[in-house]
């Protein structure tokens, strides 16, 4: 009940969006924070943005002003909308669920989604 499910990967032409979305435990979605994280081949896996139980968010530099992150406490479900897509932004993303905020800095939590592929071409 831990572990997210994620959806909404895909092939997107460069400048493209996607919207993700991560369906998790609703006592974990209800009580904690959320994020999401991306990898791909070769690097280091990295957290994307993150989002507190009342709203408040956090996102790396290379994605401000183009990703959103957001929740839905009705379904239990976080998304992160993802605008003017670059080749660079291709990677799995994970949503990670159960963490939570010591002051801005994001901890992530016990669940992890199996991942979903963003594909983005030139």
């Known amino acids: 009940q831990v572990q997210p499910v994620e959806s909404g990967g895909g092939l997107v032409q460069a400048g493209g969006s996607l919207r993700l979305a991560c369906a998790a435990s609703g006592s974990i979605f209800s009580i904690n924070a959320m994020g999401w994280y991306r990898q791909a081949p070769g690097k280091q896996r990295e957290l994307v943005a993150a989002i507190s139980r009342g709203g408040n968010t956090q996102y790396v530099d290379s994605v401000k002003g183009r990703f959103t992150i957001s929740r839905d406490n009705a379904k239990n479900t976080a998304y992160l909308q993802m605008n003017s897509l670059k080749p660079e932004d291709t990677a799995v993303y994970y949503c990670?669920?159960?963490?939570?905020?010591?002051?801005?800095?994001?901890?992530?939590?016990?669940?992890w989604g199996q991942g979903t592929q963003v594909t983005v071409s030139s």
């Open positions: 990670n669920s159960g963490g939570f905020f010591k002051g801005t800095y994001y901890y992530s939590g016990p669940g």
